[in-house]
């Protein structure tokens, strides 16, 4: 035997009994004892591991319908429709799972089911911010009997105001649709492009979301003279044969103007008060309320609060428009007729008995 070997074996036969006998540090019996919590950890979460796997069998083999050789072939052989069978045995098996979405505010809706006036409340123009204004340092001195108070520097719009004022307007926007009156609104700031063609489109009217040429209405002649003309009757049908009665005739004017953005369109303002069109305006705390004919004060800045209001008048728009054709089904048309117009080869007989009016 080596002799190392040999003093190996003499040391632990004369120290072997003393470190049995020593107590363990605190150390070793730390680590002793994490090992030992580690462990039963692991057999927990096995365990509830396998009682979730159980679970999920044993729901899977309750839920789940069996499918028949033939939609086993079908499914096989076309991919969406296995697809579509998969789905619906996870939706058996995983369906009562998690938790239920409350309903929540969703952007879109106000363009896809805009508001009528009669949903015009208080919560939902506070909801939309129609109540910020300015700073104080620019505020307008003729928006004071529109202003509610001061926060913080910033000039608070009365909703109630807004409100009223609001009710207004789509009592004129439905008065003038119903009489088969051309409304034009115009929203130039970017991103007012789909609440301002909505609006036009509910209420049967046009549309501006670029830049207003000036002079399209003092000087609309020149500038709109090539536009194309036509003549409808009272269920806005295009009549033929009026082509050579309206080409000498002057371009059309739209009857009331709704601008979302008054002050970047002062120059449509403008013209539309030298030839006599109403016009509103959404008027913020920075802004002339007499630009426009009816002022909404409301926060014009606020993307939320100019789809609201756009959406309000173009509903109020489209209850005119329904009120005009469901008095033309019973033979009354409210819409004044084109003076000047004859029926198509007559001489001298004038379109009194329907409300042709030409349109752009």
Sequence with gaps: MPVGTMIIRQLVCRSG????????SRTWLRALTAQVDNLNALDNGAQEMHSIETQTAHRFSNDDLPIDAKAQAT????????????????RNTNGQLGTTLAPHYQPHTLLTHPPSPRDIT?????????????????????????????????????????????RRACKIVSGVTERGGLILFVGTRSGQER????????????????????????????????????????????????GEQLVDRAALKPDLVVCLNPLENYVLLHECGLNNIPTIGIIDTDANPTWVTYPIPANDDSMRC????????????????????????????????????????????????RAASPNL
């Design 122 to 166: 208080v919560e939902l123009l506070l909801a939309s911010q129609s109540h910020m204004g300015h700073s104080t340092s620019l505020w307008n001195p003729a928006n004071s009997r529109y202003i509610f108070g001061i926060r913080q520097g910033i000039h608070i719009i009365s909703l109630d105001v807004t409100a009223a004022h609001l």
């Design 17 to 24: 009994r003393g470190i049995l006998a020593a107590p363990i």
């Design 195 to 242: 609440c301002v063609v909505n609006a036009a489109r509910l209420a049967g009217g046009c549309h501006l979301f670029e830049r207003w040429v000036p002079g399209s209405i003092t000087n609309g002649q020149q500038i709109l003279g090539q536009c194309r003309l036509k003549v409808v009757d009272e269920f806005d049908r295009e009549l033929q044969g009026f």
């Design 306 to 353: 100019v789809q609201v209001i756009a959406g309000v008048l173009g509903r109020a728009g489209e209850e005119g428009q329904k009120r005009r054709r469901d008095d033309a089904e019973r033979g009354v048309v409210t819409s004044t007729p084109t003076a000047g117009l004859k029926q198509p080869g007559t001489q001298g007989t004038e379109v009194s008995d």
């Design 75 to 90: 499914a096989k052989m076309d991919t969406l429709a296995g697809s579509y069978h998969a789905i619906n045995r996870q």
